[in-house]
DNA sequence: TCATTGTTTTAGAATTATTCTAATTCTAAT
DNA sequence: ATTAGAATTAGAATAATTCTAAAACAATGA
């Protein structure tokens, strides 16, 4: 029995039904691109998940890696932690956490404790609503 | 008593003095972009700033201003703040503080208080240290 | 079944933020 | 003044991301 899919088959409907849950069609370039991105728990870059992806022999364009990246995160499958203006990282582990980023190896790390400090409604800016809360701890190597 | 400066003329000294302080070397676009970056708190991308100083008549590159920007991150007398891939702020308050960025607005606000985590030493990955503690807030208009 | 129409998805092309590097300007020494 | 070296600038190149026109798909009716 042979496959050209990057993932063993028992994985195929747990990816099927995730995308499902979140209410986005199934396609052959989504379903190629989740194998891969959600493969394991993991912090990707568009372009790291465009190789990555291209590495299993599939044919996706990059514009595709990025477009279903977007609506991952509008449909709430992965978050986006931004780190500077070259490194959009997409963590496919969506809950409430955040990260340690290494500037000199480029690792994000995540904070497993919820140190985040809480707000309240009245800290907020009049007439607004909380989003999400990014923490990032920029560390350097100790040399 | 005329001048082609966006700013008035007690400011001068007070940028020449600052950029001296900071170990820059004074140059002419670096005058216009600190004058008009410093003439008073505010948060602003590389872009709206270009756009502001060619406002005040100067000339000088949208290079440049990216190049001075870089430069006055690594002398501390700016912070940046990264919100998304498309838009890095550059904070002309450099004390510690962290940010609500509304969506909705595309506004950067300051958080007075100190309410980041306190993270020591044994926190942090192995063999890191801490380079600096980014908070953003995202909040949305609640309408 | 097969057009027809509208909707969704894809990916090449275009855009734009940022960086790079070659040219220019400045500084210091002779 | 002239040269040599360092610092600075900005046009050109790069690369991340978005846009849009084409392709694929879905739903409807003859």
Redesign the interface.
Known sequence: MESKSNSPMVDRARIDKLLDDHNINLTRQRRLIADTLFARHQHVTAEQLFEAVKNTGARVSKATVYNTLGLFVRKGLVR?V????SR?FYDSNTSHHHH?Y??DTGDL?DIKER???H?VDS???A????????????????S
């Open positions: 986006e931004f780190i500077d203006s959009t340690f290494n500037v790390i140190l985040a400090p707000f800290d907020l800016p007439g607004t609503a909380m989003e999400i809360v990014d923490l990032v701890i920029r560390v350097r190597n100790s």
